[in-house]
């Protein structure tokens, strides 16, 4: 069997799927505003911050720490590019402390460099964000989300440990624990099929785990794809894809597909995390795995980040994504062809910028439809239990069970994370030891 290892740990935001219609710009959350009393300050580490030392503005003014760490090796003041990106190149320092190996991704927020830690001996991923302030205030935010988290997750198994963070030339940069490839990018190397389904019940105990410990800790995500859920390990293994046509010759690599050798995971990206409290009402979560309540503007709460996680499980059995769609009325229209109508008494609840997708207390589908071509991708899905029988060959009738609670379109109906656990998916004795 063969063995191979994966170098890349894309840490981003961006949803870089081959769609057959684009995504348009308003189907990616916007970075919050930084919440009031949030930040508690700089307790993590012994880095200290300067950037008060320097105007951001004035990017001819080198501060005092520039000036001592350059004498350690640091790369000469470079302007950032047009983005507010951080301008390196490999093999320099970022700081005295680390020296920069590769990058590994980027997104809205900015970059993801691999780098080597002195002080600790160690490979780390380095989240460096751009230099503009909406998202240096969302980083602030991920800092005090990730010490929080960190404090109560003693052994750092739920979520990325949070290394060290500091400020540095105008840009925040979060220092994390290296971890393998995300979801989206394993799916996405092994020609997006789909994970074994005892694999898909590992992968999400785990996540419901994570989830339920931050709702424990009146946490809502509000961004759970798989982009931002990391394997722990890169290695896996390849073995015989028994569902492709059989005149494929083993010689050929599509015959095989990739396989885990661990279904350890790490949730990732709290950037857009928030406490609970009413009247949430602004845009949340990456279109595809954005929750009814959320588009019907009727508020939200725990309940949207389970309706996310039901959509991930969903795309890990069948390897593509459920609704993949980038139009509000579509979206609920393709909810309706896969899970069944929505109720009146939630239709009732759209706000006033939602009340145009309801006509005559029903949605507004297909007379509403921006095209035929909408239509037809409407029409072409399947309803969930067929759609989960195509893929899972044992356990069919559990999955379908457990997803059905997940993807209530009345969010208080909808299953907690912790009732989710006890589910009969996750409780029988068909668990892979």
Sequence with gaps: ???????????????????KRA???????????????????????NVTSFASLMA??????????????????SPPWREDD??????????????????????????????????????????????IVRGVKKYREAAMIEIEVLQQLGKHDKGGNRCVQLRNWFDYRNHICIVFEKLGPSLYDFLKKNNYRSFPIDLVR???????????????????????????ILLVSHDYSKVPDYNKNSSRSPKDSSYFKRIPKSSAIKVIDFGSTTY????????VSTRHYRAPEVILGMGWTYPCDVWSIGCILVE?????????????????????????????HILKRAD???????????????????????????????????????????????????????????????LSAREALRHSFFTKDNLRR
């Design 316 to 344: 890990l059995c069948t390897g593509e994504a459920l609704f993949q769609t980038h139009e509000n009325l579509e979206h609920l229209a393709m909810m309706e062809r896969v899970l069944g109508p929505l109720p009146q």
């Design 56 to 73: 951001p503005s004035d990017h001819t003014t080198i501060s005092l720490f520039d000036k001592e760490v350059a004498r350690n090796g």
């Design 82 to 127: 047009k983005d507010g990106h951080y301008v390196f190149s490999l093999g320099e320092n970022l700081t005295s402390r680390y020296k920069i190996q590769s990058k590994m991704g980027e997104g809205t927020f900015g970059q993801v460099l691999e780098c080597w830690d002195r002080e600790k001996k160690e490979m780390v991923a380095i989240k």
């Design 23 to 45: 995504r348009l710009g308003w189907d990616v959350p916007q970075a919050p505003k930084a919440q009031v009393g949030m930040f508690c300050g700089q307790e993590l580490g």
């Design 202 to 228: 590992e992968i999400g105990r785990q996540l419901l785990e994570c989830v339920a410990f931050m709702h424990d800790l009146r946490l809502i995500h509000t961004d759970l794809k798989p982009e931002n």
């Design 276 to 283: 609970e409290r009413q009247e949430q009402n602004y845009i």
């Design 1 to 19: 069997m063969e063995t191979e290892r994966v170098t890349e740990f894309p840490f981003t935001h961006l949803d870089r799927r081959p769609r």
């Design 352 to 414: 006033r910028h939602a009340e145009k997708y309801v006509r005559r207390g029903r949605l507004d589908w297909p007379e509403g439809a921006a095209s035929r071509e909408s239509i037809r991708a409407v029409q072409k899905l399947p309803r969930l239990q067929n759609l989960v029988m195509q893929h899972v060959d044992h356990s069919a009738g559990d999955l379908i069970h457990l997803l059905q609670g997940l993807l209530r379109y009345d969010p208080s109906d909808r």
